[in-house]
């Protein structure tokens, strides 16, 4: 059976790059929205609601364009970025 997409962007398989950040707490869900405007660049989950912390998942094709994307929501968003790993996904 064929895989119906609703996007341009390529499928999301092989390596990550799991960048972390912090932001307020009531910004982790306008994040998340503003985020999926941007759909196949990174996908975003909390990490913890509690302190914040969101986590990112960025395939490797479009790392320079997630940080174009963060350095102007970090206008709007007061967020920290706190680590970047490789990950096998």
């Keep these: 059976m064929a895989v119906k997409r609703f996007s341009k962007y390529p499928g999301f398989s ?3 790059i ?3 950040a912090q932001v ?3 910004a982790i869900a306008p994040l998340c929205r503003l985020m999926d405007i941007y759909e196949g660049v990174a996908f975003v989950r909390t990490k913890n609601p ?3 912390i969101v986590e ?3 395939s ?3 790392v320079e364009d997630f940080h174009g994307i963060i350095s102007a929501l970090k206008r709007e968003i007061p967020m920290m ?3 970047e790993r490789k990950e096998a996904v």
Excluded: I, K, N, S
């Design 14 to 16: 092989g390596d990550a």
């Design 18 to 20: 799991r960048f972390e």
């Design 24 to 26: 307020e707490t009531e």
């Design 50 to 52: 509690r302190q914040a």
């Design 56 to 58: 990112f998942w960025v």
């Design 60 to 62: 490797p094709f479009y």
């Design 81 to 83: 970025m706190l680590e």
